[in-house]
Every structure is written in C-alpha cells, then in structure tokens.
C-alpha cells in the first residue's frame, strides 16, 4: 500500500446508512481511526435523517437526499467548531442516522383481566389485545431521551416500555368508559381514539408517534 492509498483510507469521502434489518431505528456511523474530509458525500435514503453529533451536542441534521459537507450546510457544526472561513483539514464527528419510517405490527395485550362493572351484566372481567405502529417524529427528543451514546437502537429495546403504557391507558379507558360489553364490538374505533388521546403525549416525550 502506498503513502497515497493509506492517507486516502483514512478519510471517509462517502456517509450512508443501508439497512437490511428492519427493526433498527438508529444506526450511528463512527469510526475512530477515520475522519470525515471537506466535500465528503453524506447520503441519506428515504424515510431516513443524519444527526452530525460533536462531543454529545446534536449539531445539523439532513433530510433525504445527497449532500456535499461544506461550512455551507454544516453551520451549527461550523460554529460549535469555530469554522468561521471554512474547514480546510479533516474532522471527526459522529453521524447518528434515524429511521422515519413506521414500525409496524407492535403488539400489546393485558396480562390480567380488566374488571368493570357493565351496566346491564354487572361486573365482567375483559381481557384486550391488539397492535400498534409507532415512528420517530421529533429525532432530537428520540436521541436525548432514549439512543444516547448506543451505536444502535431497534425497536424491540423500547418495546415492552411502549407496550405497558398502551395497557394502561386501554385498562383505563375499558374501566371507566361506560361502554356496554353488549355494544364494545362495535365501538373498537371509539375506543381506540379515546386511547390514542391519551396515550399520544406519553410517546412524544420520547420523541415518537403513535
């Protein structure tokens, strides 16, 4: 290997995320030893967006499509780095890419039964179950609150927090809604509204929709 081609694998001239998976909803793209050069190409795919993250600060983040990292497009890095005529020499940030697309088919179910007092049958036991989808819809939120320093995050490491707090608001909404058992078949989509209400902010703490 020559001087050229060893200097060359050093810096990285192309960032992209292809994922294969279909559970990850943040991959980080670090590599200790390599640094990110002036007019390096960023790739982001669709359903997709690219954190820069400097020293754990959330810096730029880019929307779907090719882009070339100049000062130009990169000014919250620019000015936590203190570029302030461009940077000449190679860099090193991690670059957190996030999955926008919805994750679908997340099942929940009470574990034991939710008793409530019918109004013609009287007390009843009912147990529910179901799915839900869920997405990253403020990415910021998502990254401070539950990707932190992991170099990946998937779906199923938030999954039983999730799941618990769709229970808990269908208990709730079972128990105090007033709704006959007779009539609940055909009041599903009642019910669901009235859950999703309540449990939607829940998940926008983290920044994610229901």
Known sequence: MTLREFLVGELIDIIEWLDDSG?????????PRNEIKNGAELIVRP?????????GRLADVFRPGRHTLTTANLP????IRGWKYGFASPFKADVLFVSTKQFTNQKWGTSSPVILTDPTLGPVRLRAYGTYAVRV???????RELVGTNSTFIVEQI?????DLVVAKVSAVLATGQISVLELAAKYAEVGARVLDQVAPQFQQYGLGL
């Open 159 to 163: 999954a039983d927090q999730l799941r």
């Open 23 to 31: 559970d990850t909803m943040a991959w980080r793209f670090s590599r």
């Open 47 to 55: 359903a997709q967006l690219a954190i820069f993250i400097d020293q």
């Open 76 to 79: 919250l890095l620019s000015s």
């Open 137 to 143: 819809v403020d990415p910021a939120s998502f990254v």
